[in-house]
């Protein structure tokens, strides 16, 4: 499934994911945006990884923010943004 989502004032986030047994599998998040340090990318996509599919925007949001450590520093994108993007793929969605 791909879900792409252009934050307004930001960047393009796009997801890559499967579903197994009701839970996100083989996520992968990509984009223009920036995050310090790059590390970052995989620790969103493994706080997404086995998350339930039927989780709401905020749910998947606060996944990811408590994943990540405060120092991380992310430049035109959101744990919103990103469970925008989530969303969408999982309904089928594109750009908007």
């Not at 749910?59 to 990540?68: E, H, K």
């Not at 035109?76 to 089928?92: D, F, K, M, N, T």
């Amino acid at each position: 499934m791909h879900g792409e989502y252009k934050m307004p004032g930001g960047k393009l986030v796009v997801i890559d994911l499967d579903v197994r047994d009701g839970r996100l599998a083989h996520v992968q998040l990509s984009g223009d945006f920036f995050l310090e340090p790059d590390s970052a990318l995989r620790t969103i996509d493994a706080a997404l990884e086995g998350q339930p599919a039927d989780m709401d925007d905020a749910g998947l949001a606060r996944r990811i923010r408590d994943a990540l450590a405060p120092d991380v520093m992310m430049y035109g994108i959101s744990p919103e943004a990103i469970a925008v993007a989530v969303r969408r793929a999982l309904q089928g969605e594109h750009l908007a």
